[in-house]
């Protein structure tokens, strides 16, 4: 047990995920010290192990790493400027990889695909989409269309260019550098999540705290 006396601050994140079974301090977050060598053995310290039925998502409280921590430095001060407790999900590569991954990606684009355009042909047909152009082809020409024409190719191309611009994507590029919608809301969705699971283990008496 050291003596030594310093200043660890830490920022620890609301969720970690990981490839090794062993969760060490440095897998909560950032942490700073103006001693090299405490910061090293601090980060070190191993704060769990994911056992074999073990469930893969655990909650570690950041009063547990400070325990953990002063077991080994009792004189070491801990502020913390991040999160008060850590959502650390194990997982385990060798799972999500070969064909079965492939198929689960393409499972999801085909789902994606063709519920969207599902949703918007739903949508064109409740609103009568064919019947406003018919009208508004007759109010201009003064006589009723024959057949799809230019109303239609323009609102085609003015939608497939609209969705374009709205999710800020066309292939794998950005058309600008901020996040697009559904990252926004993925990120809002993701933190909703970890905030319930969070709260769900404090109910459960399942977090790993002090003893």
Not at 10 to 23: K, R, T, Y
Not at 62 to 79: C, G
């Amino acid at each position: 047990m050291s003596t030594t006396s310093a200043t660890i601050y830490i920022n620890a994140e609301q969720n970690v995920e990981l490839q090794s079974e062993d969760v060490y301090v440095k897998d909560i977050g950032s942490l700073c010290c103006c001693d090299a060598n405490v910061l090293a053995r601090v980060k070190a310290i191993k704060l769990h192990h994911f056992k074999a039925g073990e469930p893969k998502r655990q909650v570690i409280s950041l009063l547990k790493t400070v325990e953990e921590i002063n077991k080994v430095y009792p004189n070491v001060s801990v502020q913390s400027i991040g999160e008060p407790e850590t959502l650390i999900e194990y997982i385990d590569v060798d799972r999500h990889k070969g064909l079965v991954q492939w198929m689960k990606l393409l499972f999801v684009a085909m789902v994606s695909f063709f519920g969207t355009a599902f949703t918007i042909m739903a949508f064109h047909n409740d609103i009568g989409i064919n019947d406003v152009f018919s009208k508004v082809y007759e109010m201009v020409m003064g006589q009723p269309g024959d057949g799809y024409g230019i109303l239609e190719l323009s609102y085609s191309l003015g939608l497939a260019i609209g969705i374009i611009v709205f999710f800020n994507h066309i292939g794998g590029r950005r058309i600008t550098k901020d996040p697009t919608p559904i990252e926004v809301e993925m990120r809002i969705y993701e933190e909703d999540v970890n905030k319930a699971l969070i709260a769900t283990a404090d109910r459960e008496g399942k977090t790993i705290d002090v003893q």
